[in-house]
């Protein structure tokens, strides 16, 4: 688990990490990218084995692979530190995939927690939507990535490291790093290409969302399609026309969504009000991600590639 002033939240995923039964966890580590609000405390008291790194450091892809590289087992669970596990039988549910030794990688179900925004609340119910138990994900017979359209893409290789479990033999072939971000579904990537098996399970359940700024999320959404666009081909609004249509047209659905919901008057609109500048943002992260993914060469490519580096800055 990657930490960085994790807060008091701390404290409730570190009691559901150490709730579990039946399996019960054989280790717990934890990699600190420089916490100075007491998180390398929690960490030890709860049974941690802490390493330190300096923030400047991190990174998504080789935080993890040194964290990794500490366990002994044959299987290792990814996890966030405000990803808060529900029952006591979470881990025994992430193993129950394992059973198909073409499996190499499972994820979790994801639930928001109190705060979440309306829109970001749907978004997360709604992904993957793949029901509540487990589904394997895994090329057709005779097919290859390339054969497939970049949605379907996507879809096959997805995969959320925000509480994931993987085997160590795998990981030995496709480890997550270096990688500034993504590197979750880089893993998926590789090994569906490879033709081994991913599963999700939708009865192991974490609490996770985020009160983040309409812009927070935006910069988020650049960096995801910056890699979709570099990983499958995946472009979701093309062209300038295309998002000049796509504004009105995404605000309309979306406050039209919140309004439904009959939210008190205050309530609803402070929802509306961030969700008509979360679609702005998501709407030019898109676009723009996608156009910095595609390495452009041009004055274009090179000030999208920048503008890439700066807003990658402080993601977690």
């Given amino acids: 688990m990657p930490t960085l002033n994790s807060g008091p939240l701390l404290d409730e995923v570190l009691a559901a990490i150490l709730a579990q039964r039946d399996p019960a966890f054989d280790e717990l580590i934890a990699v600190d990218s420089g916490s100075c609000d007491g998180t390398v405390d929690r960490l030890l008291r709860a049974g941690f084995r802490v390493t330190s790194i300096s923030?400047?450091?991190?990174?998504?892809?080789?935080?993890?692979?040194?964290?990794?590289?500490?366990?002994?087992?044959?299987?290792?669970?990814?996890?966030?530190q405000d990803a808060t596990m529900q029952g006591s039988d979470w881990l025994a549910k992430m193993v129950e995939p394992f059973a198909d030794p073409m499996v190499v990688g499972a994820w979790s179900r994801q639930i928001p927690r109190a705060r979440c925004q309306p829109v970001?609340?749907?978004?997360?119910?709604?992904?993957?939507?793949?029901?509540?138990?487990?589904?394997?994900?895994r090329l057709p017979d005779g097919k290859t990535l390339d054969d497939l359209q970049p949605f379907e893409r996507l879809f096959t290789c997805?995969?959320?490291?925000?509480?994931?479990?993987?085997?160590?033999?795998?990981w030995e072939r496709f480890p997550l790093g270096p990688r500034r971000f993504g590197e979750d579904v880089w893993f998926g990537k590789r090994a569906i290409a490879a033709?081994?098996?991913?599963?999700?399970?939708?009865?192991?359940?974490v609490m996770h969302s985020h009160d983040r700024s309409a812009w927070a999320e935006g910069k988020r959404t650049f960096c995801d399609h910056r890699n979709l666009v570099k990983l499958f081909g995946l472009v979701g609004i093309p062209t300038?026309?295309?998002?000049?249509?796509?504004?009105?047209?995404?605000?309309?659905?979306h406050c039209?969504?919140?309004?439904?919901?009959?939210?008190?008057?205050?309530?609803?609109?402070?929802?509306?009000?961030?969700?008509?500048?979360?679609?702005?943002?998501?709407?030019?992260?898109?676009?723009?991600?996608?156009?910095?993914?595609s390495d452009l060469p041009s004055p274009e490519g090179t000030f999208l590639r920048l503008l890439g580096k700066r807003l990658e800055r402080g993601i977690g």
């Fill in 55 to 80: 923030k400047k450091d991190f990174d998504h892809g080789r935080t993890r692979d040194l964290g990794i590289g500490m366990a002994t087992g044959d299987f290792v669970v990814l996890l966030v």
């Fill in 120 to 137: 970001m609340k749907r978004r997360i119910l709604g992904w993957p939507g793949w029901g509540d138990g487990i589904t394997k994900k």
């Fill in 158 to 170: 997805a995969f959320d490291n925000v509480a994931s479990m993987i085997r160590r033999k795998a």
């Fill in 195 to 205: 033709g081994f098996t991913l599963a999700h399970h939708g009865g192991a359940i």
């Fill in 240 to 253: 300038r026309e295309a998002l000049d249509g796509a504004i009105p047209h995404a605000t309309k659905e």
């Fill in 256 to 293: 039209d969504y919140v309004k439904s919901l009959g939210l008190p008057p205050g309530e609803e609109a402070q929802a509306l009000r961030w969700t008509t500048d979360y679609v702005k943002w998501q709407c030019w992260g898109q676009f723009l991600g996608a156009r910095a993914g």
